[in-house]
């Protein structure tokens, strides 16, 4: 149980370009989804928490306007780049935790390379 | 307050060996700490987890050992196999009475198990 799926793994596309990426609990409701960026050789730095019904909440020094978080359902957040540029190039990690429960469970990650 | 340092970076241990990563934390309101395993090109998945009104938690060969007073807690993998060779990651999340189950995650240690 407690499966998170991410859609697409790789997506390539060119600058200027706007791209969405899915996160869907497979097997639980999450009222709160999580979007992580990766660098290689990284940690994981918290981007957004996604809140179902709600807007979602940025940490500091993230551009709410350049990833738009949308919660629409209690399985699903989508994660909009917007005009991505080739600094977005990165690895884009959703999390979850089944409602109220602690424990968050990623998903497998979406590679996104900008030309 | 809100960092979470891990160490080592790196890791090298011989099949068979122990190994261990040790994680500190400042923020006394944290009270669930979970490690994550990640391979390349994935995921984190989650290993084990623990709260502070336990000392040790063991599952298979992964144990978490957590020290309250010194606000430290550690992962040991025993008889470290070829197949553990990843980068593991140590997390701190506050109480629920905060309003959010957010991650504080470690720098991460790149673990590699010699054949």
């Known amino acids: 149980g407690a499966v998170v799926s991410q859609h697409p793994s790789w997506v390539i596309c060119k600058s200027g370009t706007s791209v969405k990426i899915e996160c869907r609990s497979l097997?639980?409701?999450?009222?709160?989804m999580f979007w992580y960026r990766q660098f290689p050789k990284q940690s994981l730095m918290l981007m957004a928490t996604?809140?179902?019904?709600?807007?979602?909440?940025?940490e500091q020094g993230v551009e709410k306007d350049k990833f738009l978080i949308n919660h629409a359902s209690l399985t699903l957040s989508t994660l909009t780049v917007t005009s991505a540029h080739p600094e977005d190039s990165s690895f884009y990690i959703c999390?979850?935790?089944?409602?109220?429960?602690?424990?968050?469970?990623f998903g497998p990650g979406t590679r996104l390379l900008v030309l | 307050q809100q960092q979470v340092k891990q160490s080592p970076q790196s890791l090298i241990v011989q099949k068979g060996g122990i190994s261990i990563i040790n994680c500190a934390y400042e923020?006394?309101?944290?009270?669930?700490f979970p490690w994550y395993q990640q391979f390349p090109g994935k995921g984190p998945a989650l290993l084990i987890a623990?709260?502070?009104?336990?000392s040790e938690k063991k599952e298979g060969r992964f144990t978490i050992s957590f020290n309250k007073s010194a606000k430290q807690f550690s992962l040991h993998i025993m008889d470290s196999q070829p197949g553990d060779s990843a980068t593991y990651f140590c997390?701190?999340?506050?109480?629920?009475?905060?309003?959010?189950?957010?991650?504080?995650f470690g720098t991460g240690t790149r673990l590699k198990v010699l054949a």
């Open positions: 623990i709260r502070p009104d336990v």
């Open positions: 097997d639980f409701q999450a009222t709160t």
């Open positions: 999390s979850a935790p089944p409602r109220g429960k602690k424990t968050q469970y």
């Open positions: 923020n006394t309101a944290f009270d669930y």
């Open positions: 996604s809140n179902e019904g709600s807007k979602a909440t940025y």
């Open positions: 997390a701190a999340s506050p109480a629920r009475g905060s309003g959010t189950y957010k991650y504080i």
